[in-house]
């Protein structure tokens, strides 16, 4: 049987071969990943030129709110990864299919659910989050014109997790390159040519993630496996293999709740020390989601070879996916921290043009520069087991991470204020990395284990 992807599945690369196969994954991953932080940045930038702190605030709390409610369903994209690149590695064609369209038909009825209960769930989350009474009405303006996308947002998440499960990352590229100029085409209409301020940068998001899908829908359609049976219900509803894709779908929304709950936390705390603070670290957190999207590009690369590994039972190509990863990893952290350390001040200034929040920004702006460093290991390790859809370990482990965070915040904060706040989340960083890490010799032992 053909790969079922249109791309061959068979033998892994020679030692030799294994920097070059890493790089071709990871290059247009990474590429495709800076556009979003990217595209952060540029409404940041927008939003950071409008009168008065709170504008900003507002566009920050706002986006804030969508990494908890898209973000919360990350597991679209990563189980959707893990599932396809194994059946991938089998080369089994019918898996591939029915593992996107249990997806796909996931992510609609979810996207449905957030649009019926937007309203309780934009008032509640603004508030638990915290903030003056301005920003908060600014949020609620960028979020009610950015939420109508969410079944479109969704459903890419699982047509980004087949492409780079398939290892079809220049197609994934195409398509995010394609949904942040069209965010960036529609920010610049509704906002400079219709007027609409706040409410313009979401209405712009929502626009790009409709295109954004009605281009990733055609896409997988020219790459649907051919030769295949019609997909009927009762293979939809399969039980054995619905109980498998909910364990997953169950342990990787658990540990992304981790990561949102401590992120949500040092929102609140920097809030609750003032909205120039807010701000200077919603500011901040762009080098750190830039950093982060570009980092994750090998750590997606990790998904795809281990869990092509994994699905071929191909213990050596599992070991070599994860030494040459994370090689190339350490290296991108240390030129993402050269970078800040050299010229944080800049991107700071072409950010936001407020005095106060600049001021505070340059202040705390060492943390984001070690940031890469620390933050590194638990990206990348996510990424392998991932693929590995060991996910119960990422549970696991993002949740004693979490527990780390809270504890050295409450510790660190009062004595030391933003400072501590900043120290609190790299030492959760690193837990993340170390827990990880522990956990890597019994992942490497059980692959290939019950092959014959």
Not at 402 to 428: C, D, E, I, R
Not at 436 to 441: D, G, I, Q, V
């Amino acid at each position: 049987m053909s790969s079922p992807a249109g791309e061959q599945a068979a033998s892994p690369p020679a030692p030799e071969g294994w920097h070059r196969r890493v790089l071709t994954l990871a290059f247009p991953i990474v590429i495709a990943n800076l556009t979003q932080p990217i595209l952060a940045a540029v409404d940041t930038a927008v939003a950071g030129h409008f009168d008065g702190a709170a504008n900003l605030g507002g566009v920050a709390l706002g986006g804030l709110f969508f990494n908890f409610v898209f973000w919360g369903f990350g597991f679209l994209r990563m189980g959707t990864t893990g599932l396809v690149a194994q059946a991938f590695g089998a080369n089994d064609a019918a898996a591939l299919r029915i593992n996107v369209v249990r997806a796909l038909v996931l992510a609609l009825v979810a996207g449905l659910a957030i649009l019926v209960l937007q309203g309780p769930l934009i008032e509640h989350a603004l508030r638990a989050i915290g903030g003056s009474e301005d920003v908060r009405r600014n949020a609620q303006i960028y979020c009610r014109a950015r939420i109508g996308s969410a079944p479109f947002a969704l459903a890419n998440y699982v047509v980004l997790g087949y492409l780079l499960g398939v290892q079809r990352v220049r197609t994934a590229l195409v398509i995010q390159v394609f949904i942040n100029a069209a965010n960036v085409v529609a920010l610049l209409l509704y906002v400079y040519g219709f007027g609409w301020s706040i409410a313009g940068i979401g209405a712009a998001t929502a626009t790009a993630d409709a295109l954004g899908f009605v281009l990733g829908a055609i896409v997988l359609w020219q790459l649907r496996p051919r030769n295949l049976p019609p997909l009927d219900r009762a293979q939809l509803a399969d039980r054995v293999a619905l109980k498998r894709l909910v364990a997953i779908n169950r342990d990787i929304f658990l540990r992304t709740l981790c990561i949102l709950g401590a992120f949500g936390w040092f929102a609140h705390l920097g809030a609750s020390q003032g909205d120039a603070i807010l701000a200077a670290n919603a500011l901040l957190l762009n080098f750190q989601t830039f950093m982060a999207y570009g980092l994750d590009g090998f750590a997606h690369a990790a998904e795809a070879l281990v869990g092509a590994a994994t699905g071929a039972g191909n213990r050596h190509a599992f070991r070599q996916s994860v030494r040459v990863t994370m090689f190339w990893s350490g290296l991108g952290a240390l030129g993402f921290a050269l970078v800040y350390g050299a010229a944080g001040d800049w991107i700071i200034e072409r950010l936001t043009d407020q005095h106060a929040i600049r001021v505070a920004a340059e202040v705390f702006l060492p943390w984001a520069a070690v940031s890469p460093i620390v933050s590194v290991w638990g990206f990348l390790l996510d990424g392998v087991f991932i693929g590995a859809t060991r996910t119960r370990d990422l549970m696991y482990s993002m949740a004693l991470s979490a527990g780390v965070f809270m504890v050295a915040s409450w510790a660190l904060v009062t004595p030391f204020g933003n400072h501590g706040l900043w120290a609190a989340l790299l030492l959760f960083m690193a837990a993340r990395g170390i827990t990880l890490l522990m956990r890597l010799p019994r992942l490497a032992v059980s692959v290939g284990a019950h092959q014959p």
